[in-house]
């Protein structure tokens, strides 16, 4: 359903401000991108391989963080590629498809939030059944409906934007394809697209941030009347983590298509583009492991079994010499 005739290139315009500090901006980009891949691959390495972590919150970690994986690699490279050789043509059908990953990738996240925040629910306000009601099928179709939601929400908002007629040549003031600025160099009517897409965001963050809210009330409450300052203090440390991670992405996102100026793009939407396609995953693993003792206690021993492993080595390699 692609228009590639009417509209065969893009420019993705990007920071046109900033190209005297290229190098300096794909440096810090490059950095913050691998610590984005090897953090979150830390936490999924975590959560597979120490056995104490083998229960469903971190199962639903190590999808969050294969997840903010795949979002920032949809955006990232190509902001890389245009720091180091400058902006270049991006066919219609490219935009489109990075388009698509990125709404869907960001609204399987949406739901996959409210679905660890559902986890949180059931082990602080209903303990003694949490493991008959979040089992291991439990929660693995949890995360294969978030997945599966998130797979399917894009398709009706990218079909109506992919039929809309542009000029040859376009400019995108963005540095990705995002479905506000696309939608603003249309040379037709663009109400149905615009309708569509607002609608759909609207439904998409709305509804996941109320039911992440409603879990979160019923968290608190049920914090409030334990007893004890150490049980309260215990049973909100379970759930801090993902607290600050939702507080940041939701904050974003609702500024950029929730509110009535996400579709005229400035360079403070940019920005604010920036905290929730960089700035968030990357701090999903430092969250997680500065604030998570479970998984700090997983990385203490995993290290130290690092250290222990390069011991016996040294001493293998050094027994034949002294003998």
Request: glycine share 4%; aromatic share 14%.
């Amino acid at each position: 359903m692609v228009n590639d005739t009417s509209a065969p290139e893009f420019i993705l315009l990007g920071f046109p401000g900033l190209q005297k500090f290229r190098l300096l901006l794909f440096t810090t980009l490059l950095i913050a991108y691998l610590f984005i891949l090897l953090g979150n691959g830390l936490i999924i390495l975590l959560s597979n391989t120490d056995v104490s972590l083998h229960i469903p919150m971190y199962f639903f970690l190590s999808n969050f963080s294969f997840l903010e994986m795949c979002y920032t690699s949809v955006t990232v490279p190509r902001m890389l590629e245009d720091f180091f050789v400058g902006s270049r043509a991006l066919s219609f059908r490219n935009c489109i498809t990075q388009m698509y990953f990125f709404f869907f990738f960001g609204t399987t996240e949406f739901f996959l939030l409210a679905t660890m925040a559902y986890d949180r629910y059931l082990a602080i306000c209903h303990p003694l059944q949490y493991p008959l009601l979040m089992d291991s099928r439990s929660s693995a179709c949890l995360a294969l409906g978030s997945w599966l939601s998130g797979f399917l929400t894009p398709f009706l908002p990218i079909a109506f934007i992919s039929q809309l007629p542009f000029n040859s040549s376009n400019q995108i003031n963005h540095f990705f394809c995002d479905t506000g600025p696309l939608i603003k160099l249309s040379t037709g009517n663009t109400f149905l697209a615009d309708t569509m897409v607002f609608l759909v965001s609207a439904v998409v963050v709305l509804l996941s941030f109320l039911l992440t809210l409603t879990s979160y009330v019923l968290i608190v409450s049920t914090i409030c009347h334990i007893p004890s300052a150490s049980g309260r203090q215990k049973a909100f440390s379970t759930c801090s983590s993902h607290l600050a991670v939702v507080t940041i992405f939701y904050g974003t996102v609702i500024f950029m298509y929730i509110c009535p100026h996400s579709g005229q793009t400035s360079d403070m939407d940019k920005v604010v583009s920036v905290v929730y396609a960089v700035v968030t995953p990357m701090l999903n693993p430092i969250i997680y492991t500065l604030r998570n003792r479970d998984v700090k206690r997983a990385l203490e021993k995993v290290i130290s079994q690092v250290k222990n492993n390069h011991l016996r080595l040294k001493r293998k390699i050094c027994l034949p010499v002294l003998s």
